[in-house]
């Protein structure tokens, strides 16, 4: 677990954006009635929450 973490490190943010992605990708496809997969409202400012907490994490590891 701690070697996944510490490959991960430097890329928590880029991997909540791509997720952010998708979740918009599958909004954007239940809009078009393309599929039937609701997201639900809460969903967005969770995701945005973890990336705000991840960007500000590695901000404050680059301070001197």
Known sequence: MKDLL???AG?????IV?????VASI?????AEVINWPIP?????ILGAFGLGFLRAGVKKGEP
């Open 6 to 8: 510490d490959k991960i």
């Open 11 to 15: 890329y928590k943010t880029y991997a």
């Open 18 to 22: 791509a997720i952010i992605i998708i």
């Open 27 to 31: 909004q954007g496809l239940n809009a």
């Open 41 to 45: 409202e809460y969903a967005w400012p």
